[in-house]
């Protein structure tokens, strides 16, 4: 089993192989949530004018997911795991886009199959993968809004890679890292109302789902599918 480790809109687009995007502040983070929830099926949004498109064909979906952190206009809810945890929404489907993680979905068409991928579900990703038994796994990281490499998506990879070929892994060490470099814009005081200090916390709680998410079709549309490997 060979492992590239990809970055941004550019390494979505070069994808082979089984693939992993990357987004653990917050878009694949809050898509495990949401699925804890019952918000099911999910489906990634690459605009804001094709998710409201979706909205008319589904009707009762609710529209989640940010521009620039925050909830855009006219949507239900913004991209913020601790602010879904305090809603009442549950049990309905789910339309996503975000700055980063869903743009890596639209942009990874030459991916044998996709998956999503985060800390809280990070296990499962690697039993998943031990499973599949790919030749080629291709870990995309999407960064901040597709323009720059953080380093939770990074890491995550690096986790993953890791886990799959035996290595260990400092978790401590990284989220300190993360707390310290890209993380630390959830500790400002100014942007709490769209992005709260506890989704740090949420975004980085590794292992904490069973399950991956697959990009896969229903009834023409491009979703999410829950498989717990």
């Known amino acids: 089993m060979e492992f590239q480790i990809l970055q941004l809109l550019e390494g979505a687009r070069k994808a082979t192989g089984l693939t992993v995007i ?7 983070s809050m898509a495990c949530y949401a699925t804890s929830l019952g918000l099911s099926p999910i489906y990634p949004a690459g605009t804001l004018e094709e998710a409201f498109s979706l909205k008319q064909k589904l009707g009762d979906a609710l529209l989640a997911g940010e521009r620039d952190e925050q909830r855009p206009e006219g949507f239900d809810l913004g991209n913020s795991p601790a602010l879904l945890l305090k809603s ?3 049990n309905r489907a789910m339309i996503h886009t975000t700055s ?6 639209v942009q990874a068409r030459n991916a044998l199959e996709i998956i999503t991928g985060s800390f809280v579900n990070a296990d499962a990703i690697v039993r998943y993968i031990q499973r599949q038994c790919p030749s080629l796994v291709s870990l995309v ?3 901040y809004a597709c323009q720059y490499p953080t380093d939770e998506d990074t890491l995550c990879a690096e986790y993953i890679r890791d886990q799959l070929t035996g290595r260990k892994s400092d978790t401590m060490a990284m989220k300190e890292q993360i707390r310290q470099g890209s993380g630390a814009r959830f500790f400002n005081k100014e942007s709490q109302l769209w992005a709260p200090e506890e989704d740090f916390n949420l975004c980085l709680d590794l292992g ?11 009834e023409g549309l491009t979703c999410l599918e829950k498989i717990v490997p």
């Open 22 to 28: 990357i987004d653990v502040f917050r878009a694949f």
């Open 88 to 90: 009442e929404f549950s």
């Open 100 to 105: 980063s993680g869903t743009q890596g979905i």
């Open 141 to 143: 990281c999407m960064g």
């Open 208 to 218: 904490r789902f069973d399950f991956v998410l697959k990009v896969t079709e229903k």
